[in-house]
């Protein structure tokens, strides 16, 4: 059975100074590291970058994002926003679009806000989500930077997508969906109800503690997620961390 092998990296918080430190990790020595173990021995066919890419957003920082992934990897980058990236600054470096790869359909949703935590998607958004779910695809995957549902962390669960209720709706209305992976949380998810699977990814810096019910770090290192979509439409995927 053939497969598609997709990289995700999620929340990097560049700065377009290389020097700065925040949280006592240099972000971008850490996407670094990052990006030169997972793609040392692995060639994705696709990089998700699942938003919050910019802690300083402005169109060099984005730039910076793309040269760095360029010096390891060729191929194409798929990218959503997150609540401390600004739109049209990310738009200027790569276009938000969706990609089709035979016989997965990579759709990317926009779940931010400028300048507001929490996420929420446009009426605009999901009747355009709703139309590409009528679409025909044999598998689907939803790209995002907010979860969609809480995730047990009380604090986090308060920015989660505002109207996640009805991007659930949606994907459960569609046979084809499979899964929605997303970032912002800082830690490790999975979780499968009706049948699609959500994924969330450590960040590539500095991580937040699981179960917590208010803001707090955790000591496991930077990490990414590797998802293998398979012909059938199942998904093998692992998190992977620096030593």
């Not at 290389?18 to 240099?26: E, G, L």
């Not at 049209?88 to 300048?115: G, N, Q, Y």
């Not at 707090?216 to 992977?240: A, M, N, Y």
């Amino acid at each position: 059975m053939s497969s598609l092998l997709l990289l995700q990296v999620t929340d990097t918080h560049l700065f377009a100074d290389a020097s700065v430190v925040k949280n006592d990790i240099y972000p971008t020595s850490s996407l670094e590291s990052v990006l030169e173990m997972a793609l040392k021995d692995r060639t994705p066919d696709l990089v998700l970058a699942t938003g919050d890419l910019a802690q300083e957003p402005i169109p060099e920082t984005y730039s910076i994002f793309v040269e760095l992934v360029r010096e390891h990897y060729g191929g194409p980058i798929l990218a959503v926003p997150g609540n401390h990236d600004i739109g049209e600054a990310m738009r200027k470096v790569f276009p938000t679009k969706c990609i089709a790869m035979d016989p997965w359909s990579i759709v990317t949703l926009d779940t931010h806000v400028d300048h507001e935590v929490a996420g929420i998607v446009s009426s605009k958004d999901l009747e355009a989500l709703s139309a590409q779910l009528q679409e025909d695809h044999d598998h689907l995957l939803v790209v995002g930077h907010h979860p969609l549902t809480d995730i047990g962390c009380t604090w986090l669960d308060a920015h989660r997508v505002q109207n996640g209720e009805a991007v659930v709706g949606l994907l459960e209305s569609c046979p084809a969906s499979r899964a929605y992976v997303c970032g912002h949380i800082h830690q490790e998810y999975d979780r499968t109800h009706n049948g699609i699977r959500y994924l969330a990814t450590p960040s590539t810096c500095w991580q937040f503690a699981p179960d917590s019910d208010s803001f707090g770090f955790d000591d496991s290192p930077p990490g990414w997620r590797w998802l293998e979509l398979q012909d059938d439409g199942t998904i093998h995927t692992e998190v992977c961390r620096l030593d």
